[in-house]
């Protein structure tokens, strides 16, 4: 038989194997060398649809190597052909994260990454199907579901935890994962954390972390879909370990915690990342107690941007209320009455009361906190 013909009839037949809902047995006519190949993908096409067929598939091309150019798209395309191909663009519009991509949320322990990896992980939930693989445990999530639920008013999301933390470098356990995942279709599968999915893996050899991604690109191309990497910056601030997660990633957005409010974003002059050129991106927000259920929990909300050294312009909403609040005494008053009266955190008052003293709006005496005369005229300014 012309062997381009039997090329043709097998990159068809496998295609259909790993895309289609039906199959028909192979013809072993056109097969040719491939036919054995071709029954055991139809074989486990009959045991376990598409989901079977691809981890047939992918042990089939370990034990024959030479199979593997049966699925590879062309390595030549015409440059006339270009504007055919797919555009990247973001899976959803509150977050910079891009479709069928490799994207990177980084920060500091205990700055909130989990917090906003499922807030992004309702939002999709909401269109479509997230995996969550929760790598620090279950412990906690079940409070911050149901008050993200209350707080957004959803009542039906396709989101799934994912009780352990994957070994994305265990090709078994990588393959499983996959298999479990064919029929769920998912639009996003979020890795937390990348420590706790890579375990023994030395972060700082670009080796190493080049597997890391390598497995992932794996994960993401078998299943169709985008892949969310949590993961840690060193004491520098830095992203931690070797460069190549940030070389391989298609966006990073770098989340901080300052004063009770997190900051995200995209933008490279931070540690950001914004591969596909769309607008750079930043955002505020804060973490919230909320009761939900009977749950104690805690939701992502949107907050005001950081004030560093206010000013009459750039007063923030929490120190004009602490202005306003001052104002009405003459001979102070203590923090304790400031926090009962505009009712935040203890930490975020104090906070605030520091820069407000530093700017010369208020001082303290008596133990109690005076407004200046420079603090009514910011005042007076902001309104």
């Not at 939002?123 to 479509?128: C, E, I, Q």
């Not at 909320?290 to 312009?313: D, H």
């Not at 609040?325 to 009455?337: D, K, R």
Request: glycine share 8%; charged share 20%.
């Amino acid at each position: 038989m012309n062997q381009q013909i039997e090329m043709g009839y097998t990159k068809d037949y496998i295609k259909r194997a790993l895309s289609s809902e039906r199959l028909e047995e192979p013809d072993n006519s056109k097969a040719n060398g491939t036919s054995e190949a071709l029954y055991g993908l139809f074989i486990a096409h009959q045991s376990g649809g598409t989901s079977g067929a691809r981890l047939a598939w992918a042990t089939l091309k370990k034990m024959r190597p030479e199979l593997g150019d049966y699925d590879k798209e062309p390595l030549l395309i015409h440059a006339d052909e270009l504007r055919f191909l797919s555009t990247p663009i973001y899976l959803l519009t509150s977050y910079p994260i891009y479709t069928k991509a490799f994207n990177v949320l980084v920060g500091k322990s205990g700055s909130g990454k989990s917090f906003t990896a499922l807030d992004v992980a309702g939002r999709v939930a909401t269109d479509a199907t997230c995996i969550y693989i929760a790598g620090e445990g279950l412990a906690g999530y079940a409070a911050r579901w149901e008050a993200w639920k209350k707080y957004h008013e959803v009542v039906q999301a396709e989101l799934y935890f994912y009780r352990e933390a994957l070994q994305v470098l265990n090709e078994i356990e990588l393959m499983q994962f996959i298999g479990m995942l064919e029929q769920h279709k998912p639009s996003l599968v979020i890795i937390d954390t990348m420590a706790r999915s890579a375990v023994g893996m030395d972060e700082n050899s670009a080796r190493d972390v080049g597997q890391f991604v390598a497995a992932v690109d794996r994960l993401r191309v078998a299943l169709d879909c985008a892949i969310l990497v949590v993961h840690h910056t060193g004491k520098s601030g830095d992203m931690r370990g070797s460069t190549a997660l940030y070389a391989a990633s298609d966006t990073v957005i770098v989340q901080s915690l300052n004063d009770g409010v997190i900051k995200l974003t995209n933008n490279p002059d931070f540690g950001g990342k914004n591969k596909h050129g769309q607008s750079d991106f930043e955002a505020f927000c804060r973490i919230m107690s909320f009761t939900a259920n009977g749950f104690e929990g805690a939701v992502l909300v949107e907050s005001e941007k950081i004030i560093s050294t206010p000013s009459a312009n750039t007063l923030s909403n929490y120190q004009q209320k602490i202005l306003e609040v001052l104002e009405g005494y003459e001979t102070g008053i203590s923090a304790q009455v400031v926090i009962d009266a505009i009712g935040v955190s203890r930490s975020t008052v104090y906070s605030n009361l520091k820069k407000l003293m530093k700017a010369n709006y208020i001082v303290y005496q008596d133990e109690r906190y005076i407004i200046t005369a420079e603090g009514t005229e910011a005042l007076l300014g902001g309104e």
